[in-house]
């Protein structure tokens, strides 16, 4: 099993990987810069989700 593909969180999320390993999905997630427009979930990179767009502070 490896996660060293370019997985979306959004993919990541329905195989509930926040709670198979959560560490992981933190990862994904923190420090959260952007957000899917898609799905509403937060990620730390852009490409993680499947339509991004950058959270302004
Ligand atoms: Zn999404």
């Given at each position: ?11 990541h999320v ?12 933190i990862?994904l ?29």
């Open positions: 099993m490896s996660d060293s593909d370019t997985k979306t969180l959004c993919a329905e195989e509930k990987l926040h709670t198979k390993d959560p560490q992981a999905y990862a997630i923190h420090p959260a810069s952007h957000y899917c427009q898609g799905c509403g979930r937060s990620a730390a990179k852009a490409e993680h989700v499947c339509r991004p767009q950058k959270l302004s502070e």
